[in-house]
Nanobody
Framework: VQLQASGGGLVQAGRSLRLSCATPRSISSINTMGWYRQAPGKQRELVASMTRDSRINYADSVKGRFTISRDSAENTVYLQMNSLQPEDTAVYYC?????????????WGQGTQVTVSS
């Protein structure tokens, strides 16, 4: 599964950004799509995910500020990030997870940098 992430940038604290993750594959055929992030010196962590049947999960640190959504016609998943804080600074990765016989397959986009200044 090819994933193309975009939308990162440098913003001041309190502002918003919207990340996009586009794929040539029908997202309706993907079990779960999500966004992860990795800050310098830290492990990659889940930010938000959405299953094919629209079950959504958020990290506690972003609940109420970030919203994951999808446009099935465009095969694109979005992450709307509001009220950004310096601790949200990280490289954000789009993920597609397929459930197959025998296991799980994860696919990753190239990452997009989000930097929030105080």
């Amino acid at each position: 599964v090819q994933l193309q992430a975009s939308g990162g940038g440098l913003v001041q604290a309190g502002r918003s950004l919207r990340l996009s993750c586009a794929t040539p594959r029908s997202i309706s055929s993907i079990n779960t799509m999500g966004w992860y992030r990795q800050a310098p010196g830290k492990q990659r962590e889940l930010v938000a995910s959405m299953t094919r049947d629209s079950r959504i999960n958020y990290a506690d640190s972003v609940k109420g500020r970030f919203t994951i959504s999808r446009d099935s016609a465009e095969n694109t998943v979005y992450l709307q990030m509001n009220s950004l804080q310096p601790e949200d600074t990280a490289v954000y990765y789009c993920n597609a997870r397929l459930l197959r016989l025998g296991g799980v397959s994860d696919f990753w986009g190239q990452g997009t940098q989000v930097t929030v200044s105080s």
